[in-house]
Structure formats: C-alpha cells, structure tokens
C-alpha cells in the first residue's frame, strides 16, 4: 500500500487543517488506518486511528476533543481534522496503515507496516 499524506501547511494558534492521506489500495477498506507525528527532537508519537468500518475510534489525549479522525472509502482517503491548534502540535504527521491491527495496537507505531512520506504542520503564535 502506497500512502499519500497531504494538506499539511502553516497555521496560527487556535486554527484548523484538514491532513488527507490517499491509498493506492484498492482493498482499502481492509486496513486500519492511523496518523502519527513527530515533532522536532521527540519521539514518534501516535495520534489516532481507525477501524475498517469507520465505527471505532481512538485518540491520544493531547488531541482528544479536537482532532477528528474519518475515512471515505469509496475515495480509497483517511482524514484528520484538526481544530484548536497549538504549538504543540507542531509536527510531521504521517499516515499509517495495516490490515492486521488489532484494537490494543493502535498506538503502537511498530504495529504498522505501511507509512506515508508525512506532512509538515507548523502552528505559530
């Protein structure tokens, strides 16, 4: 599976942007998808996935409550809205996927075989 990130992009505190991740799969629909990131000097860090279906949601704390994880897959995409950012958000997401995932490995970033080339979110005062 070939992933696709984009829509990354400077943006001022308090803002949103929406990453979208494309898939050359078309068995799409058989992977779990999930973003990362990784900020400047820190480690890789999971930020939320989602099941096959769409129905099963997970998200790290720090963005619960404002990023909202989506797939449509009739367009092969994952989606990541995020609103009220902050500098801490600063980042490259990635975008992940795998077909054997199951629940309690989401966030675990060796759990995912495929990785997009990420894209740079750069959130300023």
């Known amino acids: 599976v070939q992933l696709q990130a984009s829509g990354g992009g400077p943006v001022q505190a308090g803002g949103s942007l929406r990453l979208s991740c494309a898939a050359s799969?078309?068995?799409?629909?058989?992977?779990?998808m999930g973003w990362f990131r990784q900020a400047p000097g820190k480690e890789r860090e999971f930020v939320a996935a989602?099941?096959?279906?769409?129905?099963?949601?997970d998200y790290a704390d720090t963005v619960k409550g404002r990023f909202t994880i989506s797939r449509d897959t009739a367009k092969n995409t994952v989606y990541l809205q995020m609103n009220s950012l902050n500098l801490e958000d600063t980042a490259v997401y990635y975008c992940?996927?795998?077909?054997?995932?199951?629940?309690?490995?989401?966030?675990?970033?060796?759990?995912?075989?495929?990785w997009g080339q990420g894209t740079l979110v750069t959130v300023s005062s």
């Open positions: 799969e078309r068995t799409f629909g058989r992977f779990v």
């Open positions: 989602i099941n096959l279906s769409g129905g099963t949601t």
């Open positions: 992940v996927a795998d077909s054997t995932l199951i629940r309690s490995s989401w966030s675990s970033p060796s759990a995912y075989d495929y």
